[in-house]
T-cell receptor
């Protein structure tokens, strides 16, 4: 498809389990971003990739969160030892990186529920 | 902490009216601002981007930026019930990090 693709769309897991969330950006977009949106909260920046490197990881809430990107395309966000406060919608976005301020386009998100 | 402030609403307008959505921001150095529309249960959809002081028009939407006063607004002319959604204001900080407001819920009644 032409847009940002995320999988799974929904994930329910038990507290303490690890989860992996996947993002496939728009073809040709070199920049990739992860955000999360908790119930009633605004979107919260997690991490930004330029190619395969992550110049800005400042939003990762704890060392249980990690992300990687390979081949300048697909990215995986991993949450280890999940906690109930990790329940949120995790959104991925991508953009061109021709200059600062390129608009970011979002995928449909992964709704993560921790029991 | 760099912030974006929006009134949570709901802002209620009748069909055909002009809806005016406002946002203030704290980072005086920010140069890029965006409006996203988010329907319930859906992901944010980019509506407008604005980088310079003044107005930018696109169809029924007009974005306004005033850097001196640190506010951004979005006007929706001829509002339709399908415009009912939450509108998110975002500013760019650093190189590519977006900081979002919590959104204003717009309700357009037929």
């Amino acid at each position: 498809g032409a847009g940002v693709s995320q999988s799974p769309s929904n994930k329910v897991t038990e507290k303490g389990k690890d989860v992996e969330l996947r993002c496939d950006p728009i073809s040709g977009h070199t920049a990739l971003y992860w955000y999360r949106q908790s119930l009633g909260q605004g979107l919260e920046f997690l991490i930004y990739f330029q190619g395969n490197s992550a110049p800005d990881k400042s939003g990762l809430p704890s060392d249980r969160f990690s992300a990687e990107r390979t081949g300048g395309s697909v990215s995986t966000l991993t949450i280890q030892r999940t906690q109930q406060e990790d329940s949120a919608v995790y959104l991925c976005a991508s953009s061109l990186l021709l200059k600062r301020g390129q608009p970011q386009h979002f995928g449909d998100g992964t709704r993560l529920s921790i029991l | 902490q760099k912030e974006v402030e929006q009134n949570s609403g709901p802002l209620s307008v009748p069909e055909g009216a002009i809806a005016s959505l406002n946002c203030t921001y704290s980072d005086r150095g920010s140069q890029s601002f965006f409006w996203y529309r988010q329907y319930s249960g859906k992901s944010p959809e980019l509506i407008m981007s604005i980088y310079s002081n003044g107005d930018k028009e696109d169809g029924r939407f007009t974005a306004q930026l005033n850097k001196a006063s640190q506010y951004v607004s979005l006007l929706i002319r001829d509002s339709q019930p399908s415009d009912s959604a939450t509108y998110l204001c975002a500013m760019l900080t650093g190189f590519q990090k977006l900081v979002f407001g919590t959104g204003t819920r717009l309700l357009v009644s037929p």
